[in-house]
């Protein structure tokens, strides 16, 4: 039987669904609430309503009972809603009682057939549950309200009254279940002595293994709780699985024939880390330590600082720079090579304090030395380069053109060449053919195109006969670039505050490459040097690579002293010069820690000046 319940109505039962629902699953599901509220809206049937509830969570039975319930609660709302006289019908409340206390005759008519319990005992079940019914109903009771003319005051008395029954049947429900749970069951029956003036609680007897027994001596089985929620009943199916897959991995270790004791097996489970406490004092010395270190950072920026101020730091540094005392004593020899000759013995001075030299020696001429070429000359004399102006240029192309024009002729005078065809264009071809080109002017127009067609093909035949392939183009570039270098290398030595920019490190090493050029790059603490070796033309170019085209100031340097203000870095021509010959191969960086180790670096190329220079421009800034 379908009821028929307004939008407004399936609204106002709302909330008493919820609750209803609540307590027959015992959790909250909002969906069931809405596809109820659906139903009573759109006017179902109880059956229908069973199907719909089945279809989507619950179990058949379960929805059958839930739909029964929800259709008496929206009986009972719009027999309220509807203002029917509670006098001809019973009252929901009377209705309620009625049906619970047939259900716990039921229920106590089922535990009497199921236990052999006394009929004392029963009895007392029966009138202690009575009363704890009576005591809840007068505690819940409330005085019948006057009634009103206002339909609002109706229906507010109507639903506390409502909320009322369901609370009374709420505490009703929870004391028939502890009336019927298993405790009772286990209880023997003990007849009544006349001593006996009360009845004790029965006491929980253990045996030695912690199991429940009862005064005879049987064990008891306590009622286990199973769980209702779906999180739960994963979590012991999840346990349940772990059990059974230990159970079944220690079988099958157990089954292996060849089987090593010395092999561990990796398990899944993570195993549980042991504590690992620490020696007393530990973090104690870790922080002193911390503390020495500080205040040793921060004398040694309070000495810096002061050296600054006076200038001590830049003398120590020069000193470094200065090399020691028994690299400049050398030997001094008594007599140098160049008086040797015009000396009268192996001394300057005689035994009488006095210089002695050969008189027959020196002679009013002077002796000159020879002079030898430099290294630097070439061998062959250089011509300076005469270049013509370009009037002069258009001369000489002129007369070169006439005098092969005039070999031409002179081939042709002597019949060693064909005379040429006229040179037929569209514009000259009725001066040139005359009567021929009136007779058929279409087929002389197809002549002169054909020879003008030739005449082109030529052209571009001869253009790209002297056009260059492309590996001779790049010989061409390579030999532009390259230079001569076997009379002496140009040198060029720059200094950097701060490399660290990996886009300025792949900027000098690219072109120092492209450019075909040799050095080093050194990379020390505030110092990082670059040589490059190469002609005078690929200095040129890396020079205003260095100075001009990369934008140092971009990168601004971080001084580890909070004091110091951060700086923008540069980069400043050391030195520039010849050389005799190549020191270096390509272009490689290399990372030194302190400034010996860069020394040395160069030292091994035997060019260990070029540091030196770089280092006391940087003490001199």
Known sequence: MALQISKKEVEDIKP?????????????????????????????????TADRLRSSILDPGKAASLTDKAFDLAKGMTMKNNNISLTNKRSIKAEYEENISKRIKKEELITIKDENLSIGQIKDMMVNAQKMIEERKKALSIPSLPKSS????????????????????????????????????????????????SEKPTPLILDNEGRTIDITGKEVQLTQVIPTLKANIRAKKREEFKQTFTDKTADDSSDIKFYDPRLTMKTNIRTKRSLKFHEPGKFQQIADRLRMKAQLEKLQNEISQIARKTGISSVTKMALLVPK??????????VEWWDSVILDGTTYLSESGEVQFKRSNITHLVEHPLQMRPPSDPLKPVFMPVFLTKKERKKLRRQNRRETWKEEQEKIRLGLEPPAEPKLRISNLMRVLGTEA???????????????????KAHEEANASRRLNPEQRREKKIKKLQEDTSLGVNVAIYRIKDLSNPAKKFKIETNSKQLFMTGCVILCKDCNVVIVEGGPKQQKKYKRLMLHRMKWEDDIIK?????????????????????????????????????KLAR?????????????LAYSDLIMD
Not at 36 to 47: E, I, N, Q, R
Not at 325 to 334: A, F, I, R, S
Not at 438 to 447: F, G, I, L, N, R
Not at 562 to 582: A, H
Request: charged content about 30%.
């Open 600 to 612: 040395e670096q160069l030292k091994k190329h035997g060019v260990e000046h070029y540091w030196d």
């Open 438 to 456: 009136v007779q058929d002017p279409t087929k002389m127009e197809s002549h002169v195109r054909a020879q003008m067609a030739k005449r082109q």
């Open 16 to 48: 008493y669904l919820e609750k209803t629902v609540t307590k027959f699953l015992g959790f909250r599901e909002p969906t069931i609430v809405t596809t109820l509220m659906h139903c009573f809206s759109s006017g179902y049937d109880k059956y229908k």
């Open 325 to 334: 005392e028994e690299q400049l004593t050398e030997h001094c020899p008594d």
């Open 559 to 595: 001084t580890k002293d909070e004091f110091e203000p951060k700086s923008n870095n540069k980069c400043t021509l050391v030195w520039e010069g010849m050389s005799k010959q190549r020191n270096f191969g390509e272009i490689k960086f290399k990372v030194c820690a302190s400034e």
């Open 150 to 197: 206002n339909n609002k005051d109706k229906k507010h008395q109507l639903t506390t009254d409502f909320e009322k029954q369901a609370k009374i049947a709420q505490l009703q429900a929870q004391i028939q279940k502890k009336l019927a749970s298993g405790l009772i069951k286990t209880v023997p029956s003990v007849p009544k002595t006349l001593n006996s003036s």
